[in-house]
């Protein structure tokens, strides 16, 4: 069945919007796939990427997974029948996946957070995390450990194209030594 860009070979993902702040302050342990409901002008919203999870956050009530907070920008195209930007918005999961989120938000320190909102063969999904809240040493410890990496991806990548600040021990066989 093709999806609702009639075309049914597509399997490209486009990337919308990203919640680069939820992999900032929380540990993400398990991440879900969610389709999620959009009238018609915020589907065409969405295309256009006026999208923010930034502030976004998810909350399960009677059984349904909703999403809260989060920003779709009002298309500009769509006269009297528009949407209000910050409405909740219902997701789709299964219910034994609802269920699993359910139990361990239950859990001290644990939520859900949207991560990421994407075009997956035309329709609009949504990838979720299960997340337990950092503290602030442990940012500390997650910033250190990147820039210690980008260091060393640095120095690597440096020493592979020979360019090693002339510490090589090689570099001066062929001057004269007699200076």
Same mark, same amino acid.
């Given at each position: 069945?093709?999806?609702?860009?009639?075309?049914?070979?597509?399997?490209?993902?486009?990337?919308?919007?990203?919640?680069?702040?939820?992999?900032?302050?929380?540990?993400?342990?398990?991440?879900? /796939?969610?389709?999620? %409901?959009?009238?018609?002008?915020?589907?065409?919203? #969405?295309?256009?990427?006026?999208?923010? &999870?930034? $502030? @976004?956050?998810?909350?399960?009530?009677?059984?349904?997974?909703?999403?809260?907070?989060?920003?779709?920008?009002?298309?500009?195209?769509?006269?009297?029948?528009?949407?209000?930007?910050?409405?909740?918005?219902?997701?789709?999961?299964?219910?034994?996946?609802? /269920?699993?989120?359910? %139990?361990?938000?239950?859990?001290?320190?644990?939520? #859900?957070?949207?991560?990421?909102?994407? &075009?997956? $063969? @035309?329709?609009?999904?949504?990838?979720?995390?299960?997340?337990?809240?950092?503290?602030?040493?442990?940012?500390?410890?997650?910033?250190?450990?990147?820039?210690?990496?980008?260091?060393?991806?640095?120095?690597?990548?440096?020493?592979?194209?020979?360019?090693?600040?002339?510490?090589?021990?090689?570099?001066?066989?062929?001057?004269?030594?007699?200076?």
């Amino acid at each position: 069945m093709a999806g609702p860009s009639g075309d049914g070979d597509s399997k490209t993902v486009k990337t919308i919007a990203t919640n680069r702040k939820a992999r900032h302050d929380y540990f993400i342990e398990k991440t879900f /796939e969610a389709g999620i %409901v959009l009238t018609g002008s915020e589907i065409k919203s #969405v295309r256009a990427s006026h999208v923010s &999870l930034q $502030e @976004g956050y998810i909350t399960i009530d009677r059984g349904e997974a909703w999403l809260v907070g989060a920003h779709i920008g009002v298309y500009s195209h769509a006269g009297y029948a528009g949407h209000e930007p910050d409405r909740r918005r219902k997701l789709l999961l299964h219910a034994r996946q609802i /269920e699993e989120m359910a %139990v361990e938000v239950d859990r001290k320190g644990h939520t #859900v957070v949207p991560l990421r909102l994407y &075009l997956k $063969e @035309g329709w609009a999904k949504l990838e979720l995390g299960l997340a337990k809240g950092k503290r602030q040493f442990d940012k500390r410890e997650t910033v250190k450990e990147r820039d210690m990496k980008r260091d060393m991806d640095r120095e690597l990548a440096r020493r592979s194209k020979g360019r090693d600040g002339g510490r090589s021990e090689g570099r001066d066989r062929g001057r004269d030594k007699r200076l």
